[in-house]
Structure formats: C-alpha cells, structure tokens
C-alpha cells in the first residue's frame, strides 16, 4: 500500500470513527468513502433480514430511497447472496451475476436510467439480531469494473466502519460493553488486548489470557505487551514509542500489522495496533482506548483461496500454490505437495508477486492472514 493511498484510508477512518461517535454524520462518513473509491454513489444501511425492510440509510447520489429499497429487495442477486451467508463478506456484483445478465437485468437497467450507476462493491458489516448492517459503493456506468485496490481499499474501510458501528452502539446503550469478543463481531479466536494510554497492559479478553499464559509468542516484560520475536518486538516497540509521542491521544492512526513468525507455520501470528476514539470498559472497571488485536488462527482455507483469486486476480493454481506455502512454508515442500516442478512454482510465485504487490513470502504470508480475517 502506498503513502498516498495509506494516508486517503487515514483520513476516511477518522471520517467513519468520528460518525460512530456521534461527532459527525454517517452521511459525511459516507461520501468520504465513495470518494477515496472514486465511486458514484454509496450506501449504509440496516436491514431485517426476515422482513427485507430497512431501518437505516445513509447514502450519496442515492436520493430515491423508497424506489431503491423496493427495487433492491425484489430482485438484487447482491443483496441476496449476502443473505445466504452466514458471515460478513467482501462481494461484487460480478461475482454473483455476469455481465450479459447484468444488461438484461431490471434492477440494473433501472440503476442505470434513474442513477447513472452500474457496479457495486458492498459488504455486510455486522449483524444485531435479525437486523443487518451493510455498506456498498456503487460506480458510473460505462466505467471498468473495479480494480483490485479499490477492493483492497473496501476491505480495510469495512473493518473501521463495522468497529465504528459498535463503537456507536458501545456508547449508546443503557448498559457497557460486557463481552468484548463482541467487538469482533464474535471471533472468538481473536486475543484482544488492552492497553492504558502510555501503552501499558491493561487487561485482555478470554482469548488474549489463553495466549499469554502459554507464553509461545509474548510476554508481559515491565507492564509493557512484548513480541518474543526480535525484529517484529522492533516493531510494536517504535508503534508503542509513536503513541506516547502523541500528547492528544485523539487522533486514529492505522499502522501496518505485524506479521511474527514461528518455527510451526501453522501456529502464526499477526499483530493489529489501534487507538479508538471512544473508550471501552473492561474488567475490574477499567476504562481503555487503545487495542492490539492478534490472530493466531485463520479461516476456511477454500474461502481465503477464493478471496485470493477475487480480490488480486490470481488463477486457480496460483491460489493453490499460496496455500501450499502458506501450510509448507517453502516452494519445493509446496512443488512436491502440488506435484509440479520446481521451476514451474518459481514461475508461478513470481506471478503472484506481481498480481499481489508482494515482494516476498513473507508479504505474502501478511496478505494472506489479512484475508484469513474476513472469512
């Protein structure tokens, strides 16, 4: 990801974070989104997933709400893929419905006519209940399909809005914040620890207490959360350095996860910094804004590879090659495993580089625990 790009998700996140907290509108939130995608059009929303009503909406250049709702409960095959799922999941229009269908479909023709509009990218964030809350971002017609970053770019801003709206909910409701796998959207595998403002372990969810007791990869060393992995504790340890620097303690950063290492390539782990702009209460009444979530388990491996061949266009073999590295951890483990030559991997691998961005396996092996989280 570049500093142009880094620093455009920057401020869309501060954008979403400070809708969740009441400080602005979902719709400002909203059309900051449409613009870093350079969309046409955008939407969040709440749905019933029983009666097909919503109870939500914020959009941009979607004006007709009440036709847009009917038209898109009827006939959406989007909206109706999402639905069929159980978990949230980062789609396109082109992954349910092919172009030619797309031309001779009424949803998309009235799309067109009424709002000059083709594509969507579009996400359900969370759900409460029987309600669900989706964002999507749509784009002029006759323009291309969108681009891989665009969804990168999806993906990471879905992350912030799904927190953001639990955040809003956080600080809406009669009673705290209880179960803070919740925050998560109930991945329970996710180790959550808080931190007080200087940087200090507060406390950690059930997750996060398993993890530092087997004490594989961290520690608690002088009330500080440490990586036993040098040069990933280097890290931590200059993101830990830049928050104490920073006197107001208001401003979102994002920083880059930390991909740590181990001897066992299925036991991994990747490191999320964040600094919240809303407290959470934790145990012992304990108030914290800052997080560091931490993966140590990842998703269905179909899925990632699905995700892998969507989001950065890889092909079938090249996915499966990722997958073998990532459970091998070298190429000529994966080559033999896929019974193809060594050389041929190579080539593959170097195709995969360049799709992905990546410039080693060990980018490669961040992007693809990135993925992991989403399915």
């Not at 893929?81 to 009424?106: F, G, V, W, Y």
């Amino acid at each position: 990801m570049t500093g142009g790009r880094l620093s455009k998700i920057e401020s869309v996140a501060q954008s979403v974070f400070e809708a969740g907290v009441g400080r602005s509108s979902w719709t400002n939130a909203v059309r900051d989104m449409v613009e870093l995608h350079n969309g046409a059009g955008g939407a969040l929303f709440q749905m019933n997933r029983k009666t097909l009503q919503i109870s939500e909406w914020h959009s941009v250049n979607l004006n007709d709400k009440e036709e847009y709702i009917e038209e898109m409960n009827a006939i959406n095959p989007r909206m109706h893929h999402s639905l069929a799922n159980n978990a949230p999941h980062i789609i396109t229009d082109l992954d349910c419905i092919s172009r030619e269908e797309m031309a001779r479909h009424e949803f998309y023709r009235w799309l067109e006519t009424r709002c000059h509009m083709q594509y969507f990218i579009g996400t359900r964030l969370m759900d409460t209940g029987d309600t669900s809350t989706f964002m999507s971002v749509e784009f002029e017609a006759g323009e291309a399909s969108p681009h891989r970053n665009t969804l990168e770019d999806f993906r990471v801003i879905s992350t912030h809005c799904a927190n953001a709206k639990r955040l809003a909910m956080t600080r809406n409701a009669e009673k705290p914040l209880a179960d803070l796998d919740s925050f998560l959207a109930q991945k329970s595998s996710t180790a959550l620890f808080f931190l007080d403002n200087k940087c200090r372990f507060f406390f950690a969810n059930p997750a996060g207490e398993s993890l530092l007791s087997k004490g594989q990869l961290l520690a608690l060393a002088d009330g500080f959360l440490t990586l036993l992995h040098k040069e990933s504790q280097e890290k931590l340890a200059a993101i830990y350095q830049s928050v104490q620097d920073d006197e107001t303690g208001l401003i979102t950063q994002l920083f880059r996860p930390i991909f740590v290492p181990s001897a066992n390539p299925k036991f991994t782990m990747l490191v999320r910094f964040m600094r919240l702009p809303h407290v959470l209460r934790g145990p012992g009444n304990k108030w914290s804004s800052i997080c560091l979530f931490v993966q140590t388990t990842t998703g269905n491996d179909s899925e990632i590879k699905n995700l892998l061949v969507e989001t950065f266009g890889l092909t079938g073999r090249e996915a499966e090659l990722v997958m073998m590295l990532r459970e091998n951890g070298t190429i000529a483990e994966a080559a033999a495993t896929l019974g193809i030559a060594h050389n041929t991997a190579r080539v593959h691998l170097q195709r995969v580089f360049k799709k992905t961005g990546a410039s080693t396996q060990a980018d490669l092996a961040v992007i693809v625990e990135r993925l992991s989280t989403w399915v």
